[in-house]
């Protein structure tokens, strides 16, 4: 007798949360679980702004996959998605054999959307996966290296495109580690620029205004620069171009924008936006009821008709709910409709200054930070319970 | 009354010991000493390749000027050289008024050598000074951290020009530092390329053959590659192009082939070879009694009328000789010849391997790694004496 094959896609917040929550919900002989990662680890995605800035090292922001699911439970495959075949109930590889699926979790994650901004891709760096924070570590700290033999001020000169969650917690990491990169390179701390620009008119668009007004005066008190309501129109080797022409030379860009869909879910045939895939209330894609689609790639709506943003906290509440229905749909029983409960959201602005509003409860300074530190440590909390805390959680 | 005016130009080895030396002979009334350096520190130039290679930390390369000399006694300053005239006994500095004088010590160290191989200063990396290594170590780590991103081999291939003393050391300190390194940016070690490419038919020109054949074979164990008689013909922005066309592609080039004088000395209308001074027996300038110069910029000659190459050994005995022959003369005592006198010669493997001949004995192993960092607390010693040792120095 066979047993139906459920394969996972990714194994970020809402990846890792299904492959969790089926190893719990089902017992050994009731299903075949696969899940594929490119990486033979998860990372963190809202913890990548510290390694970007080199506040914390990469490692807290990684943890192997077989540390945390049981792979006599569930097969890993450590291979990268090229295609996703819906109609042909098969998923590609690029080094391995297809995969075919009884049910597919798609939990791939996004891509950067550069909203068409000339030179961005090829010039500008993004907070993205482990790699690429940790070469953008790399990259600024060989350029304050240069700075000393070759004096020139784009050389030390940051750009921040993005003035939303990711791009605020960015420049409080890097305020905290201003000082400690002078000392390293020979550098007067006041000569460097911390420059964040945002196209809306404002900083943390759509929050509390009364906490952005916060997080803009601490900042802006360490030195950072705001430059709102003001899109970049270019991205050069040499800095950026603002609307209207003038230029920031600097030698380290990182844009913090926005997230797209994946490209593999777009080329997938399913209907998207933006590479993103509405889903129905049980968390399908449309036309496919054996399709999945948390995270990043999903697209769910608020009772105003208005898309919530992709976050971890969406990604989490995901899987959780979908390793319920999956488990109940092989036992023959029913999807229950997926909720969001939004919990609350805090921005950090480095290590012991933070933004939040949990519930209806505003927050800011060194209790917003310590609360911020609690809901990281929740997540290590639900991938692998106290010993995990224990194990890689920090305060 | 007015007493006689000594400029000291640079707080290398030479120039450091000219000073603690005056600082010692002279009382506090019989002259005026003054020490120009263009960084508020001295650098142990035989230990920065240590940090080029990241083994360790450039702070432990350079210590405070004006912790190991008295600045009450010595007037200290921070300033560039810009010219030299001895016919008007002056001295322009790049942004201080010109200094003049009555006796001038020419410290100023070398520059890197590149015997006119093409494309070198624009793209090859220098063990020159702190500033350069720490440049070093942050290119390379750059390059290591795109690897996972753009899979390209030449990122983590490095080419070291020159298998002198410098070019071992580093290749040495190279094979340390990498399995650190490949970790910290998730790289297969036996994927990294270390070659290190000689012109003369041998590594360490020169050297006792029986030492030389070790070097190279505990080297080649670690997977270094030696091309020798190997002349590199251009230095390109994507690696070099050895004699013959063969090109190797490698992202950090680092040159180690060799010193010459300083541009300033050049300049100053003394007479020099490749930039450097055949100095008298008394270490002068030829055709001014009062202008000495040593280290670097400095030639002397053995018994065979060969030049000795130009050491951190070499600069400490002729500062150590210069500083009584200046207080004789201020005194009207006489001037007494310098001989050099060469006490051995230990090129460290990495932290725990060496090589060297010490009086007539030859050494290879832990001890001669042993006696190595002996070698470099006795330059601590002479420094700041015992308590200087005790603060800085590491076993």
């Known amino acids: 007798m066979s047993v139906p094959k459920i394969v996972i896609l990714g194994a970020g917040f809402g990846g890792l949360m299904t492959a969790k929550g089926l190893q719990k919900e089902l017992g050994y002989n009731e299903a075949d679980i696969t899940l594929v990662n490119q990486n033979s680890y998860h ?24 540390s945390v699911i049981n792979t006599n439970r569930i097969k890993f495959i450590q291979d990268r998605v090229s295609a996703i075949k819906p109609e042909a109930k098969e998923v590609h590889l690029e080094n391995g054999e297809p995969l075919s699926y009884d049910y597919l979790v798609v939990a791939l994650g996004g891509a950067p959307e550069t909203f068409g901004i000339k030179g961005l891709l090829e010039n500008a760096f993004f907070i993205r996966n482990i790699n690429s924070v940790r070469m953008i570590r790399e990259h600024m700290e060989y350029m304050f290296s240069r700075y000393q033999e070759e004096k020139r001020e784009d050389l030390i000169t940051i750009v921040v495109g993005g003035a939303g969650f990711t791009g605020i917690e960015y420049v409080g990491e890097l305020v905290d ?127 105003q008709e208005r898309p919530y943003p992709p ?28 909720k969001y409960e939004p919990k609350g959201t805090i921005a950090s602005l480095g290590n012991k200054e933070a933004i939040g509003i949990l519930g209806d409860k505003k927050m800011t300074g060194w209790s917003a930070a310590f609360m911020k530190k609690i809901v990281d440590l929740r997540w290590l909390f639900l991938l692998g319970g106290i010993s995990l805390v224990l194990r890689k959680g920090k305060l």
Chains 1, 2 share one sequence.
């Open 311 to 338: 976050t971890a906290q969406m990604a989490t509440q995901q899987g959780q709910h979908l390793a319920k229905n999956i488990a109940s749909l092989i036992r023959g029983g029913e999807l229950k409709p997926f």
């Open 43 to 66: 990372y963190i995605t809202t913890k990548l702004h510290e390694p970007a800035a080199g506040t914390s090292h990469h490692d807290h922001a990684r943890l192997s996959i077989s």
């Open 177 to 303: 580690r201003m000082p400690e990169l002078c000392r390293e390179y020979d550098i007067p701390l006041e000569k460097v620029r911390i420059i964040n620009v945002e196209a809306a008119p404002t900083v943390l668009p759509g929050f509390d205004k009364e906490l952005v007004d916060y997080a803009v005066k601490y900042l802006e008190s360490k030195g950072v620069e705001f430059l709102i309501s003001t899109p970049i129109e270019e991205c050069t080797e040499d800095g950026v171009i603002l609307k209207g022409g003038k230029e920031i030379k600097a030698a380290t860009i990182v844009w913090t924008g926005g997230v797209r869909g994946n490209k593999v879910v777009e080329e997938s045939g399913i209907e998207t936006m933006r590479g993103r895939v509405k889903v129905d209330e049980y968390l399908r894609a449309p036309g496919y009821d054996n399709v999945f689609i948390i995270g990043d790639s999903s697209l769910v709506f608020n009772e």
